[in-house]
């Protein structure tokens, strides 16, 4: 028996090391990294908070016709409508994508009133807020070393760079966080209970010992997955080791990378966008995909660039538990008929997760009750490198006060 406890004070006493050196060498990125998670958490309410009037309308009896809304939009701007993305509140505006004549690539994203087709605003619009959150996201991903406009080393960018010092940092974290379990294992059984509940009327150096510990412990798996997925953005052999094993892996093609980067659409692609695309009713074609996925959501329809390509449209369920993953309609242009439907919740288990790993790492895979779960956690992962240093201070004046009281002793003794 005291073999055994012996045996496991040693490993209890390298996994403090290893969480020790782990957390002071991470901290002060661990820090940034999730104080900006925090705030990041809940990105899409502050900018919707800060420009509520693109994002939001009064209700006014019955909205428009969808093909009366692109009609009047079309007739504005020009160009071509890409997408229409419909909300499943009446309070809200449509959010329909426009690509200029002869302009490539997303385009803009127009905010426009369901009730009068009236274009209050666009994504091009850039306030204070979407300033701020950018600087979050730069923070959170890149430390803001994005923003240096002069390279720091010559062997990769500054994006690299800081990707590559966030994912050591997040590393260290989760080994921290793995490590931690076995240091907060009491010694003794029956002293378990106390390792969960913050003594409140102690000092203040078992209180911030008590903080670290318990805050840690009850949020122990919300930090564990927000490490581990955030690996997925910072290390390429990780990305890919995640794809594989969660069977959601596909090799790059030919020519390099997951998709064509540079040069000229193919042949195909150039014969493609020279039929025209079927005159189709915006309107039917949601309707046919409500009736398919039969639940309340919100519902995104891309518009087809060629005759020969299908309609495409993803729905994803709204409310307080909802899940994150989005269904999925292709309809034939003609007859809007449905080609092929693609439910999340018929993919395998492996599937689910490895599609999952930007909604298990921001909190949004259950909707907005896991959103304030992960933002509770992001705060706590925030505070663990304080209080961890703070409880390092103070066990580091406590050793020479020791080594003194008991060099008076030896002295007292020896007299």
Known sequence: MSQNSSLWKKIRSAFREVHLWAGLISGLVVIAVCLSGTIYVYNSEIREWASSEKFFIEEAGQALPLDEVKNKVEGQLGGQITSVFVMDDGDRTLQIGHLKEGEK?????????????????????????????????????????????????????????????????????????????????????????????????????????????????????????MAATGLFWSFEWYREGWQKTWDTYSPPRDGGGRGQRGGGPSEEQEAKESIPVLDFSLDQALAKVNETLDYDGNVRISLPSSGDDEISATKYQTGFFARSGSDQVTLDQASLEVNKTTLFTDMSFRQQVGRSVKSLHTGEIFGPFTKFLWFLGCLIATSLPITGTLIWLNKKKKKPSRNRRNAKQKVAQAA
């Open 105 to 225: 690539g997303r385009g803009t994203t127009y905010y426009v009133n369901p009730y009068t087709a009236e274009i209050i605003g666009d994504n091009s619009e850039k306030t204070a807020a979407d300033e701020f959150m950018g600087y979050m996201f730069s923070l959170h991903r890149w430390l803001l070393i994005d923003k240096i406009e002069e390279p720091i080393l010559e062997s990769m960018g500054n994006r690299d760079l800081g990707r590559l010092i966030n994912g050591i940092a997040t590393s260290l974290f989760l080994l921290g966080v793995i490590t931690g379990i076995v240091v907060w294992v009491p010694q003794k059984a029956k002293s378990w209970r106390q390792g969960l509940k913050i003594k409140w009327n102690a000092n203040w150096k078992r209180v911030n010992h008590d903080l670290h510990n318990t805050l840690a412990f009850y949020s122990l798996f919300i930090l564990f997955v």
